[in-house]
């Protein structure tokens, strides 16, 4: 490999900052658009809500719940 030139070695120095700046910017747009949850919860709201909706029904009783109130099963006991 042939020796550079200190000029050579000073102008390959200066465009590795430049490429180095360029990168760390659009490094931390990206990672700004990750850390934003806000964005986030506004492109899935509607997953958001059928999860919502979903973990509502099982916790107010579910499946059970809903045929027994349909089918009238009673409890034993009675």
């Given at each position: 490999?042939?020796?550079?030139?200190?000029?050579?070695?000073?102008?390959?120095?200066?465009?590795?900052?430049?490429?180095?700046?360029?990168?760390?910017?659009?490094?931390?747009?990206?990672?700004?658009?990750?850390?934003?949850?806000?964005?986030?919860?506004?492109?899935?709201e509607?997953?958001?809500?059928?999860?919502?909706?979903?973990?509502?029904?099982?916790?107010?009783?579910?499946?059970?719940?809903t045929?027994?109130?349909?089918?009238?099963?009673?409890?034993?006991?009675?």
């Amino acid at each position: 490999m042939p020796s550079r030139s200190p000029e050579e070695i000073r102008a390959s120095i200066e465009q590795n900052r430049r490429e180095l700046g360029t990168s760390l910017v659009l490094l931390r747009d990206e990672v700004g658009q990750l850390t934003d949850w806000r964005a986030q919860l506004r492109r899935n709201e509607k997953n958001l809500q059928v999860a919502a909706a979903a973990a509502g029904f099982v916790l107010a009783g579910g499946i059970g719940g809903t045929f027994s109130v349909l089918f009238g099963r009673r409890r034993k006991g009675r």
